[in-house]
């Protein structure tokens, strides 16, 4: 009887094998689609971060290392990265003329100029970061 048995499960133990290795390819290509996706979400994390720290670097520097026109600027940092800084001049109320109609009041002693200043970053793969900010800047006496 014990012999009988045998011989009706000679193939089993072949076929348990191809089917773990089955199970086993099935594991690997779901874990490989994971860390692919994992860099792939990484990779635009890097880009997102390195665009919002060029906006803000760009944005602190104007008024500091360049005056502030009104106007559009655009420039690349490097093949990854480009940006466009847009400064608009904002009217203050004390170069407006009086509702009254009266004549427009000269400036104070130490009146300021002040600029909106909006920068939008661009990365190669399309990722985008937008700031803006107020700025200041001195108007120069006559």
Known sequence: MVAGRRYGERGFALLEIL???????LGLAAILAGVSTAMHSDAKTQASRG????AQSRLEAA????????GHRDGRVGNKYTWRQTVTAIQS?????????????PPAASAVAAFWVEVAVRAGDG???RLAGLKLEPVAKP
């Not at 008024?63 to 009104?70: C, F, H, I, M, R």
């Open 63 to 70: 008024g500091v290392t360049e005056a502030l026109v009104p």
């Open 19 to 25: 089917v773990a290795f089955v199970i086993l390819a």
């Open 51 to 54: 665009a919002l720290r060029l």
């Open 93 to 105: 109320a004390a170069g407006s003329s009086d509702p009254g109609g009266g004549k427009a009041k």
């Open 127 to 129: 990722t985008a970061a």
